[in-house]
């Protein structure tokens, strides 16, 4: 049995959990209930797939892009690195996590607060600034993440760095939680599920601790 560390960077999901302005909020209700008769709980959901850890699909900044149902899984899962540029925003520029590029694995997340907001919504939080997502793409990076509800500023229109992101094949996790995540390399294990027509998926983000005798 492995003794690989675990770190579970994704914010707990419930009522009340914080979304986006005008988004829909996390809501729970009992279908069924254990009683005479019935043996079982079973809850009904509703909620935006960008509730909590997410993968954004395609779909979500592309009219032509493809749901989250069709996207591969291969860049949600494998060798990360961790950044720390730790309140550095409005915007992460390539000065902020240049400290942490050497050898660079496919996948980057990067850490922007101290303490991660769970509860409440940021409007005034981090983001990529474009050309950073840029410089990523031309070391070899395919997903980025960040522990912030989005890669661009709360209030953008024209959503710049997620338009680097289509325009160059990558994909992105927002809203983890890196709190306790010390710089370094990991194995990230972020998997969308198969939510065939859906424009993001919630994703049960987890960080392991590299194996020393991997490549």
């Known amino acids: 049995?492995?003794?690989?560390?675990?770190?579970?960077?994704?914010p707990p999901v419930h009522e009340g959990a914080p979304v986006f302005p005008g988004d829909t909020p996390y809501r729970q209700r009992w279908a069924a209930t254990i009683a005479p008769g019935c043996p079982v709980n079973v809850s009904e959901i509703s909620l935006s797939p960008h509730v909590g850890a997410h993968a954004d699909a395609p779909l979500h900044y592309d009219p032509a892009?493809?749901?989250?149902?069709?996207?591969?899984?291969?860049?949600?899962?494998?060798?990360?690195r961790v950044i720390h540029a730790i309140e550095?925003?409005?915007?992460?520029?390539?000065a902020h996590i240049a400290h942490a590029l050497?050898?660079?694995?496919?996948?980057?997340?990067?850490?922007?607060?101290?303490?991660?907001?769970?509860?409440?919504?940021?409007?005034?939080?981090?983001a990529y600034a474009p050309a950073t997502i840029?410089?990523?793409?031309?070391?070899?990076?395919?997903?980025?993440?960040?522990?912030?509800?989005?890669?661009?500023?709360?209030?953008?229109?024209?959503?710049?760095?997620?338009?680097?992101i289509r325009r160059l094949g990558l994909r992105v996790l927002e809203?983890?939680?890196?709190?306790?995540?010390p710089e370094g390399d990991y194995e990230l294990i972020a998997l969308p599920l198969k939510l065939v027509s859906a424009d993001a998926s919630p994703v049960r983000a987890v960080l392991r601790e590299l194996n020393p005798e991997s490549p």
Not at 1 to 10: A, F, G, H, T
Request: with cysteine; proline share 7%; glycine share 8%.
């Open 102 to 126: 050497d050898d660079l694995p496919p996948r980057v997340l990067v850490r922007t607060y101290r303490r991660a907001p769970v509860e409440r919504w940021d409007g005034a939080l981090a």
């Open 134 to 164: 840029e410089r990523l793409a031309a070391l070899g990076v395919t997903l980025v993440g960040i522990d912030t509800a989005s890669i661009d500023p709360a209030d953008s229109k024209t959503l710049d760095s997620h338009q680097v």
């Open 175 to 181: 809203n983890l939680v890196l709190d306790e995540v």
């Open 88 to 94: 550095r925003g409005p915007l992460i520029e390539w």
């Open 1 to 10: 049995m492995s003794n690989q560390r675990l770190w579970d960077i994704s």
């Open 65 to 80: 892009g493809a749901p989250i149902g069709e996207v591969a899984l291969a860049p949600f899962l494998g060798r990360c």
